[in-house]
């Protein structure tokens, strides 16, 4: 969907971060990938670039309440 959405808009690249690490995991594991885990993995691939992460109030409540894997390890700032 994002391919259809985005692919006429230049300068724009979809990345497929999500999808690579979720074939990484061992079948085994029953593991799942959540948001934490595509931004730690975006900030070692490319060491110095400085990321934000914007979200909406009904996301930003859902972090603060502990709803997401690892929500502690967000930093917010308003």
Request: hydrophobic share 35%; glycine share 6%.
């Amino acid at each position: 969907m994002c391919n259809l959405c985005f692919q006429s808009i230049p300068r724009v690249t979809i990345l497929t971060v999500e999808e690579d690490l979720n074939r990484s995991l061992d079948a085994t594991t029953n593991s799942r990938i959540g948001t934490i885990d595509v931004l730690r993995h975006l900030h070692q691939a490319n060491r110095g670039v400085e990321f934000y992460f914007v979200v909406g109030q009904d996301t930003y409540n859902d972090l603060c309440c502990g709803r997401w894997k690892e929500s502690e390890r967000f930093i917010f700032e308003k």
